[in-house]
């Protein structure tokens, strides 16, 4: 599929197709918990294939589980029945750790898994585009320093978050190619640590490794979204823009239509109802008046695709879920 035209597609079309960040939620459709479903491909792929055939989504996309990509480098990985897996502790300290910190095989802990999940997915889901999902340099170095220490290292021992951050983006480059043998159309990168630095320190420890990445991998064939859904991203947006990405997806921390003034109008942007207030804990009806409110002040501009603010959590009752949906289908057809 050449993805450049799917997009000036996207970008003509009147009525888009809603693009939630939408697959732990399949755990309720195939009655297992998030434990399994975070460690077995076949459960991924089928899940990502029930969620396509429930809902005409402009395309599909898998896990964002940000633990796997810091597991792979050897992170400790907390794994529960009904959490999404998550990091603890650090495993670079100091410069000399960093200087250390082996780059792992593209196959190292779950990374093959996750990339058979696609390779599968595309055989089941053959009517949209199918993205994988993967972590941002910055958040992946966040995991592997400990989130509040790679803020501070910013400032106290940038050589170190730099150091971390080229073997991060290494990886990333290796394991995004992965996911584009497999036959991913392209992939959703979250970088929301990113969100919390200033623009300054975006530029130097963000945007300089992602544009990295973006050069490496996109093609005609292949995108890359950016996804950020940090406190500061419209003061960074210039920097944001300046990483080349393919699309843009946004959380609900910002006004939507706020961001949507600051970009131009030949890049796609989504976002951004809010995830947790709303789908998981909202109801069907204010699911619908917040997903309209969002769709009213932003379908005026071209580039606009309605989607979650992040990843909706997988206690997401199904009716909200539903009611999204239902919400674009009514705001098109009124």
Not at 117 to 132: N, S
Not at 218 to 235: A, M, P, T, V
């Amino acid at each position: 599929m050449n993805m450049k035209a799917w997009l000036e597609e996207v970008k003509q079309s009147k009525d888009k197709k809603p693009m939630p960040i939408l697959s732990f939620p399949c755990v309720s459709l195939m009655g297992v918990s998030v434990k399994e479903l975070t460690s077995n491909s076949d459960l991924q792929a089928r899940g990502m294939k029930l969620v396509a055939d429930r809902h005409d989504t402009l395309a599909s996309v898998s896990m964002m589980d940000l633990s796997v990509e810091a597991e792979a480098f050897g992170a400790q990985v907390r794994f529960a029945d009904d959490e999404v897996p998550t990091v603890i502790g650090a495993l670079v300290t100091d410069p000399d750790e960093a200087d250390a910190l082996a780059i792992p095989s593209v196959q190292a802990g779950r990374c093959g898994q996750y990339v058979d999940a696609i390779r599968k997915a595309k055989g089941l889901i053959t009517d949209r585009p199918v993205f994988a999902g993967v972590i941002g340099p910055f958040s992946l170095a966040g995991r592997l320093m400990d989130v509040s220490e790679a803020m501070v290292n910013c400032y106290v021992e940038p050589d170190m978050v730099h150091t971390t951050l080229e073997k991060a983006t290494e990886f990333l480059i290796a394991y995004i190619n992965e996911f584009k043998k497999a036959g991913a159309n392209g992939v959703v990168m979250a970088e929301p640590l990113a969100g919390m630095l200033s623009p300054a320190l975006a530029e130097e420890f963000s945007e300089t490794y992602v544009r990295k990445i973006v050069n490496a991998v996109q093609d005609d064939g292949f995108l890359l979204i950016y996804h950020n859904c940090g406190d500061n991203i419209l003061l960074m947006i210039d920097s944001i823009l300046r990483t080349g990405a393919a699309a843009y997806h946004f959380g609900n921390a910002v006004k939507m239509s706020d961001m949507l003034a600051q970009i131009p109008q030949d890049a796609i942007v989504m976002g951004n109802v809010d995830p947790a207030g709303q789908i998981k804990n909202g109801t069907p009806e204010s699911v619908k008046q917040a997903t309209k409110e969002i769709m009213s002040e932003c379908c005026s501009y071209p580039n606009f695709v309605i989607s979650s603010g992040c990843d909706i959590p997988h206690e997401s009752p199904w009716a909200n879920i539903d009611a999204f949906f239902e919400a674009v289908d009514e705001f098109y057809g009124s």
